[in-house]
């Protein structure tokens, strides 16, 4: 996804694209804009953090340099992070605790990956009883106005938690009404759809830590449930999406290509992505051209040892 984690991603480079998709970690730091009157800052360094505000006003700002860029933002509902407005709302009050899956730690205190005084668990729990990880977050950085410590910036102890889906359809209908709706979602003018990333596996959440299933303490049965839950709402939320003319990455149809050598393929599979399609009338790739794998941080290897990067078609 498109990201610059030093201030808003450029909108003329992104306003050349179909679609242009914003990453969560984009505009995480740096540079202060003024947006419709208002002054918008790198959002980890807010108190609390407006990851959410600041990825409409990314869309907004690419929408006023090309009306016809189709633009996406993230969303994640596996992980209920709290960088995003709508999320920590729910996390720091008691009457929305359903929405979110509990510690429930049950290793023995022989299991050498289990942290001392943390009641057997396998990550902090930071004084919260709900789950959570550091794995992509900012834990401990310090905020100028909000001193240093577990709650730095994101109002809440900070980390990645995990919605509980089989709180049913309370959970499914603020994930549609305000998490993916609302003046930040889809009822946005400028923002046309998502990137919904992550989802429930035979691990348990995926890119959690790896023992999110047994510090939840969820039984092989509860996880299947958990697994069936999540499926039947990011159906629903989907179907809310497209009902609204939305669309999501999750459902571009895939192209073919070579990915065991895509070097020597490349131009073989251009070609056929880019052939007229005989139904459309247009190219293959006509309104997919997704600016998603740009960005300015770096990175210390290549995806692939030929020097590609797996997705060709996201890197035109």
């Known amino acids: 996804m498109a990201c610059n984690n030093t201030g808003p991603f450029t909108t003329e480079f992104a306003a050349k ?73 729910k996390l720091v009050d008691p009457d929305y605790s359903g929405f979110f899956l509990p510690f429930k730690c049950n290793a023995s205190a022989s299991d050498p990956k289990v942290l001392p005084r943390e009641g057997g668990c396998h990550v902090p729990r930071q004084g919260t009883p709900l789950y959570h990880d550091q794995e992509q977050t900012i834990h401990g950085k ?37 998490f993916i709706g609302g003046e930040d979602g889809i009822d946005s003018p400028f923002i046309d759809g998502f990137f919904f990333d992550d989802n429930w596996g035979r691990t348990g959440a995926s890119e959690m830590d790896l023992h999110n299933i047994e510090d939840t303490g969820l039984t092989p049965t ?51 992505i880019c052939k007229i399609n005989a139904t459309t009338g247009r190219p293959n790739v006509h309104d997919q051209a997704l600016l998603l794998e740009f960005t300015r941080l770096s990175h210390g290897q290549l995806w692939y040892a030929n020097g590609t990067l797996p997705y060709f078609e996201q890197d035109l």
């Open 17 to 89: 694209w179909g679609i242009a998709d914003f990453d969560w970690s984009n505009w995480i730091y740096g540079e202060n804009q003024t947006w419709d009157g208002k002054q918008y800052g790198g959002y980890s360094e807010q108190v609390p953090e407006t990851c959410q505000q600041n990825l409409r006003v990314q869309a907004a700002m690419t929408k006023a340099a090309n009306n016809d860029t189709k633009v996406f933002v993230y969303r994640n509902m596996v992980k209920a992070l709290p960088w995003y407005k709508a999320v920590r709302e």
């Open 142 to 178: 310090t905020c100028p106005t909000n001193g240093s410590g577990s709650q730095a910036c994101c109002g809440v102890p900070c980390g990645e938690y995990v919605f509980d889906h089989r709180n049913g359809s309370m959970l499914r209908q603020w994930f549609i009404d305000e």
């Open 222 to 272: 509860e996880q299947k449930n958990m697994q069936d839950a999540w499926r039947v709402n990011t159906a629903a939320v989907g179907e809310a999406v497209l009902a609204k003319g939305g669309f999501a990455v999750p459902y571009f149809i895939g192209m073919p290509r070579n990915e065991s050598d895509p070097k020597s393929h490349c131009a073989q599979d251009m070609a056929a």
